[in-house]
């Protein structure tokens, strides 16, 4: 019994860290998010963090749904259902999207899910997400912390094998083989990370107003403009960049695809075209970068399938080669660490620690 909590709580663990990747890498909740403002107090407070189910895209009146509306990720309650989409507010607020921000009804494209809920009730943990925010955790932090997590896995399932001995005394003892299966983990997330920070969302924020021009980012409804993007490759070696417009507003791109070697730095120009409906956008540019582990050929076909692909592809790669060298080098079940330990009562143990 034991084992099936301790295996259902790594799995639960899982799932939410495979979903929090996803989500990053795709600019979007899957599982899990937190709220960044009261608009919807009491019902979820700020910071809150709250759990969506992702396949649930036709909600009711009444449900609480995440969409995305003018690139913003926001988290508000339907109240009402029209033949263009659906009508949302927070409960906190006293008009609706629609009337307030002057957002067209939200449509089932927009939805990334509905907030689950027990009676009506959401379930949160409370300002869980304040602590996170502050904590500032950069994507390579979170990308360690989940190796950490999967490395704390390997050991607690496949490193700690115990040994009972006569007199109650009992050896801990770590394989060859572990060791080795806690390093190759331990490359694909530095790989993963490496890559990972890499990528960035660039937005290009703009208002589009009748005093275009009066302000830097002000723009005429239905004016052109250009933005400058400067790039530099901040890691030990080359990689290949791929960019692409992740908003209906952006023209052109001057460069989609090239490689930087280390410490080069580019510049590129996009064209935009804003909206003939006033208000404030975002414009988003995607960039993604890979170390050139296979050929340029392959990253760029796989790139066009899915910008996540060729990462996918890499880490296969590595695993095949950290196999097959697993299976060459003829490493065995030979012990390499053996720790001696002693039964002690927990009143001997709180003894000897304070020395009572």
Not at 68 to 96: F, S
């Amino acid at each position: 019994m034991n084992k099936i909590i301790e295996y259902g709580i790594l799995a639960f663990v899982g799932i939410i860290l495979i979903g929090s990747l996803l989500g990053v890498l795709m600019d979007r909740p899957v599982f899990i998010s937190y709220a960044y403002s009261s608009s919807m107090s009491p019902t979820i407070d700020k910071g809150d963090v709250f759990f969506i189910n992702p396949f649930a895209r036709n909600p009711q009146v009444g449900d609480i749904v995440v969409f995305n509306a003018g690139g913003t990720w926001t988290v508000h309650r339907v109240v009402g259902i029209v033949e263009a989409g659906y009508l949302t507010r927070g409960d906190n607020n006293i008009a609706t999207d629609q009337q307030s921000r002057n957002t067209p009804p939200i449509t089932e494209g927009q939805i990334g899910g509905k907030v689950i809920a027990i009676n009506g009730n959401p379930i949160t943990v409370p300002k869980l997400g304040l602590y996170l925010n502050d904590a500032n955790l950069s994507d390579q932090g979170k990308m360690i912390i989940a190796g950490l997590l999967v490395i704390f896995g390997v050991f607690a399932f496949t490193g700690g094998e115990k040994e009972k001995r006569k007199r109650g005394k009992r050896f801990i003892r770590i394989k060859f083989k572990t060791l080795y299966l806690l390093s190759a983990v331990l490359l694909l997330v530095m790989v993963s990370a490496a890559t990972f920070v890499s990528w960035q969302m660039f937005p290009i924020e703009y208002a589009v107003t009748s005093a275009g021009g009066v302000r830097e980012g002000w723009y005429l409804p239905g004016e052109s403009f250009e933005q400058e993007i400067s790039l530099q490759n901040k890691n030990f070696y080359p990689m290949y960049y791929y960019i692409s417009a992740s908003s209906p507003d952006i023209d052109y791109i001057t460069e989609t695809q090239f490689e930087l070697s280390k410490g080069e730095e580019k510049s590129i120009v996009v064209g935009v075209t804003a909206p003939k409906r006033t208000s404030i956008y975002v414009a988003k540019v995607r960039i993604n970068a890979y170390m050139p582990l296979l050929p340029k050929s392959v990253i760029t076909y796989l790139y066009g399938i899915n910008p996540v692909m060729p990462l996918l592809a890499i880490l296969v790669e590595l695993s095949l080669f950290l196999g097959a060298f697993y299976v060459i080098s003829g490493i065995g079940n030979e012990d390499v660490l053996r720790i001696k330990r002693r039964r002690t009562s927990f009143r001997r143990g709180i003894s000897e620690v304070f020395r009572i």
